[in-house]
């Protein structure tokens, strides 16, 4: 990508730069050639060239980096989190229920915001297709381990531990499938999830045991003794579970039609594999192969 747009020039380039200055004295030529006409700038390279796939667009209107959630542990020098989990995106087709459940939330609870990207979820509100693209078209995550500090000697133990034990992984369907409330464990934020409780739940309780193994040989605090698997959309300052809860629960009774099937399934997604964050370095742990 930098080769891309320095192509298309930067800040500076050698036409801007001072020429040499011309050798003056008796050596100097009577008649020096003229100089070549400038080329032709290249045109503007198109916007799609220079933005992922994946890109967002401009958001700096919607008030990112505002708030910010805060680590449960202070950084260190020479310390790096470590993150296990399976990725999650939200397929298109629950995408527009679910903005509208968030849409009803919001109007209720205020000062939620968009997980990881932390842009208030009330300037998203009045735009339904950037609410969808936006707050649930990222990848969410399901943890498999807590989000804990490791020195740099650790990581390729810990990488290799975990590759060991969760390379071989059969396909297998997760149902997301109950609205949750979570408050993370000094209360400072509370999270608007999705909980998963049927399908899935058997496979991914025994990967979390097998990332607790690991965990447990570097001397690391392993997962809650009844993990929850879940995605969270949106949190908000502080413990307002109490608030949230009534909220939902009152959103969901609204929507009588739809009581059933939310009961039994929100969405689902296939398994894809399990990935490992470490600092700013993502290792694919397995990955499932395509169908």
Known sequence: MDALRASYGGSSSDSDSDPDPSPTGADSPPNPAPSPPPADP???????????????????????GQPNRLRSFPH???NY??????PVFIPQTAKTGLAHFLK??????????????D????????DDLRLENVALGREFHISLGRTVPIRVHQID????????????????????TKWEVFVNDDSTRTFLSIE????GLVEITREIQAVNNVYRLHNLPEFYKDPRPHISLVWAFGDVSDMLRRVVAEEIK??????????KRIFTVKFSGIECKIGNKTYRICKMPEE
């Not at 890109?55 to 990112?64: A, D, E, P, R, V």
């Not at 009803?104 to 990207?117: C, R």
């Not at 998963?196 to 399908?199: A, H």
């Open 42 to 64: 290249l045109p503007p390279p198109p916007l799609s060239l220079l933005n992922p796939p994946n890109h967002l667009g401009t958001l700096g209107h919607l008030q990112t």
């Open 76 to 78: 260190v020098e020479g």
């Open 81 to 86: 989190a470590l993150h296990v989990y399976i």
């Open 104 to 117: 009803k939330v919001s109007s209720y609870v205020p000062g939620l915001h968009v997980v990881d990207i």
């Open 119 to 126: 842009i208030p979820l009330d300037t998203l509100c009045n």
């Open 157 to 176: 133990s810990v990488v290799t531990m975990l590759r060991q034990k969760l390379q071989f992984q059969k396909r297998y369907w997760i149902d997301f």
């Open 196 to 199: 998963v409780t049927s399908g």
């Open 254 to 263: 609204k929507n009588t039609s739809a009581v059933a099937a939310l009961q």
